[in-house]
């Protein structure tokens, strides 16, 4: 069984900056498709940002320009980099990775904007 594991989150001021990570803990196949989901206290789960195996990136509109979505075949990793963030921008993280028809789901990283 695959898992995917996150790191980065934690509590940073307004206008700061994180670096979230996911690992996958089986390097036998390349994701298809990787990307960045987050879920706000009484809000549903919403797509941040994907990624393609051909590095093609969507980004939500309220992201753009802010948030920058990156792979790593070889690690078998994404990545999250996120700048001048906003309390707004608070929410569990979830990684996603996707091969064939199977999808998978971090645990969740907790990033909290707060002054």
């Known amino acids: 069984q695959v898992q995917l594991v996150e790191s980065g989150g934690g509590l940073v001021q307004p206008g700061g900056s994180l670096r979230l990570s996911c690992v996958a803990s089986e390097s036998r196949f390349r994701f298809t498709y990787m990307a960045w989901y987050r879920q706000a206290p009484g809000k549903e789960r919403e797509l941040v940002a994907d990624i393609t195996n051909s590095d093609s990136t969507k980004y939500v509109d309220s992201v753009k320009g802010r948030f920058a979505i990156s792979r790593d075949n070889a690690k078998n990793a994404v990545y999250l980099q996120m700048n001048s963030l906003k309390p707004e921008d608070t929410a569990v993280y979830y990684c996603?990775?996707?091969?064939?028809?199977?999808?998978?789901w971090g645990q969740g990283t907790q990033v909290t904007v707060s002054s």
């Open positions: 996603n990775a996707r091969f064939l028809l199977t999808s998978y």
